[in-house]
């Protein structure tokens, strides 16, 4: 029987980049989404992806001071919401786990939501559960802190591991110092200024290491929700929805909340992101590129009963780079996959439009589709380049370099060569 750990690593520190968000996304189980950054959140920064923005995530430096003096789960002085009581929400009990706790407060919450097998049992497991023993079932949630942790470089590693050990020795030698009879009273010896002088340094200490909190938003159940892992009584209730039935129009109900938020970030230097999860992109270009591979087919189809072997007398600009452009450098030119889930039913509504189509106008429509296939290939492109990118940064990230060049070094010393690097002596410029 292999041995059963359980405690578990700690959390430790990710990086607020949209590329890293994207990667934690779907090793936590959430599919079909991505994230992307956002730096207004004026109408003109964000009607471009209005319709598929489906949460947001605010990150700002929360400091010391702010941690310390605001009643964190407090659950005797604020009552939850009682229309809060379908929204999935979990407290953050892990200080470092906030990245990762945002993620799925969010994500829990999007309609239609897709995802793994593994999220969906520990979905289903902590439904009924409240706020606090939902964040206690995240906390100690083995492939939530894998996928986490996996994010994180090995220098954050080891120092999460490195203070989780000594806080633990401190912890132990402070139960052993402890004596067994509590002390009789007696008076304060010490003097009072050099107590507060030092608890003053302690705290000054402290406070100058902001933490960077998130908070989320996100539709759902008729209304839009801020979703602070760290307030007491749960979501906060930002506005009702224009149409209870539909998401659409959101962002005008939850831009006033963000912008409250942003303007307390900006007193602190405007230090703060703006995270949005989105539909795919790569998932809605594939998709477009793919029906205008079924319309071509479907164009080529009646244009070969009309005129077999003789319509292909075209512009060759057009028909002889027609299979290049609906090829990427993932897909053929041949239909593949798709991914929304109404593509059969729209597929159907276009073949019935071409069969009805006139024949003088098939020509132009499939001379049309090529010129379209070629932008939607660019899209394509695009974002497997994105992909590409964010990938070799997660791999750099994370990959620890210690023992290559510790081993680097060494095979410098053993060659006798590194004296010479590290000498700080210049030599004299040759004589001209």
Not at 387 to 397: L, V, W
Request: hydrophobic share 40%; proline share 6%.
């Amino acid at each position: 029987m292999s041995a059963v750990d359980l405690i578990g690593e700690p959390f430790t520190v990710i990086e607020s980049d949209p590329g890293v968000f994207t990667i934690l996304l779907r090793k936590l189980g959430l599919r079909h989404l991505e994230v992307t950054e956002f730096y207004s959140i004026e109408p003109w920064a964000t009607a471009h992806l209005e319709r598929d923005i489906r949460g947001l995530i605010l990150c700002y430096p929360c400091p010391a001071d702010t941690q310390k003096d605001r009643p964190a789960l407090d659950f005797e002085e604020e009552l939850p919401d009682p229309d809060a009581e379908d929204v999935w929400f979990a407290h953050q009990l892990s200080v470092d786990a906030c990245a990762s706790q945002t993620i799925l407060n969010v994500g829990m919450n999007i309609e239609r939501l897709s995802m793994s097998s593994e999220l969906r049992a520990f979905y289903d497991d902590t439904l009924r559960m409240d706020p606090l023993m939902k964040g206690l079932a995240l906390t100690n949630c083995s492939f939530i802190r894998e996928a986490h942790n996996s994010m994180a470089r090995p220098a954050d590693v080891r120092a999460a591991e490195h203070l989780l050990a000594t806080t633990t020795l401190d912890y132990a030698k402070s139960l052993k110092a402890r004596p067994d009879r509590p002390p009789p009273k007696r008076r304060k010896v010490s003097s009072p200024k050099k107590s507060s002088a030092k608890q003053s340094v302690d705290d000054d200490a402290l406070e100058a290491q902001d933490t960077f909190h998130y908070i989320g938003f996100v539709p759902a159940h008729g209304h839009v929700w801020e979703l602070d892992g760290l307030r007491a009584s749960g979501p906060l209730d930002v506005g009702e929805l224009p149409n209870a039935s539909s998401a659409q129009g959101w962002m005008d109900v939850v831009r006033p909340a963000l912008q409250r938020r942003m303007e307390g970030a900006g007193g602190m230097d405007g230090r703060y992101s703006l995270l949005a999860i989105v539909d795919d992109r790569f998932e809605k270009a594939s998709d477009a590129l793919e029906m205008l591979k079924r319309e071509r087919a479907a164009l080529e189809r009646r244009l070969n009963e009309l005129h077999p072997g003789t319509w292909r007398d075209v512009d060759m600009n057009v028909a002889g780079n027609a299979d290049d452009a609906f090829a990427t450098s993932v897909q053929p030119s041949a239909p593949g996959r798709t991914f929304a889930q109404d593509f059969g039913s729209r597929k159907m509504e276009q073949d019935v439009r071409i069969l009805d189509m006139p024949e003088r106008n098939l020509m132009p429509a499939w001379e049309a589709c090529v010129r379209n296939a070629r932008e939607a290939k660019r899209g394509v492109e695009e974002e497997v380049a994105a992909a590409k990118r964010a990938n070799t940064e997660h791999i750099n990230r994370t990959h620890d370099y210690e023992d290559f060049f510790r081993t680097f070094v060494g095979c410098m010393q053993r060659e006798g060569v590194l004296d010479d690097v590290l000498s700080t002596k210049k030599e004299p410029a040759n004589p001209t």
